[in-house]
């Protein structure tokens, strides 16, 4: 199946620090991407969709200014955690839709886990 | 608003034997995609099966199929000769057909193999 890469998979920073998370598709084009939360042992919230240069959609009660994404290519969407505070610590995984071939299947990155102290 | 049901939280099966996870959803569209997700301890998400709602024949690969069952909005997933590595937490996802679709998730079931 289509891979997706995600970075980095595990960081540890101070409050009040921002941090990036990268994820890339690595074997196709990726018109559209998504970021996840995951708390443990529950299902995927989806916090934001985004779209290859254009603004990425939030969901509701998801802080833009404080989740920022920017989808600069085809293959390329990042997360940036600003001013992080230990509620922000959580699993990120950011997925990216294949669709070419008719299959217009989701794939998902490996992950990010974020501790904020 | 679409919604994904998987009533179980919690199931454990024998090795080398077969299971069955529940899922239902509700939706008023006629065309959309139904997926099944497995998310082993390394949280890795990985695509299990998937079928078109379109398609009448129930999908299947390898050692898992599904049961669709179109008017009971009904889509559970079966797992044959179950292995260790089949343990993990299941997600059942539905999206619609259209470009800016999104997955809604299930709640998940974590299952569990006993040797």
């Known amino acids: 199946g289509a891979v997706v890469s995600q970075h980095p998979s595990r960081v540890i920073c101070k409050s009040g620090t921002s941090v990036k998370i990268e994820c890339r598709s690595l074997d196709f084009q990726a018109t559209t991407m998504f970021w996840y939360r995951q708390f443990p042992k529950q299902s995927l919230m989806l916090m934001a969709t985004s779209n290859e240069g254009s603004k990425a959609t939030y969901e509701q009660g998801v802080e833009k200014d404080k989740f920022l994404i920017n989808h600069a290519s085809l293959t390329l969407s990042t997360l940036t955690v600003t001013s992080a505070h230990p509620e922000d610590s959580s699993f990120y995984i950011c997925?990216?839709?294949?669709?070419?071939?008719?299959?217009?299947?989701?794939?998902f990155g490996p992950g990010t886990r974020l501790t904020v102290l | 608003a679409q919604t994904v049901t998987q009533s179980q939280p919690e199931m454990s099966v024998q090795e080398a034997e077969t299971v069955t996870l529940s899922c239902t959803y509700d939706?008023?569209?006629?065309?959309?995609?139904l997926f099944w997700y497995k998310q082993p301890p390394s949280r890795q998400m990985i695509l299990v099966i998937r079928q078109e709602a379109y398609k009448q024949q129930n999908a299947t690969e390898n050692r898992f199929s599904v049961n669709f069952q179109k008017a009971a909005k009904s889509f559970s997933l079966k797992i044959s000769d179950s292995q260790l590595g089949d343990a993990a937490m299941y997600f059942c996802?539905?999206?619609?057909?259209?470009?800016?679709?999104?997955?809604?998730f299930g709640k998940g079931i974590t299952l569990s193999v006993r040797p």
């Open positions: 939706t008023s569209e006629s065309d959309y995609y």
């Open positions: 996802a539905y999206r619609r057909a259209g470009a800016n679709s999104k997955l809604t």
């Open positions: 997925s990216a839709r294949n669709p070419s071939g008719g299959t217009d299947t989701q794939y």
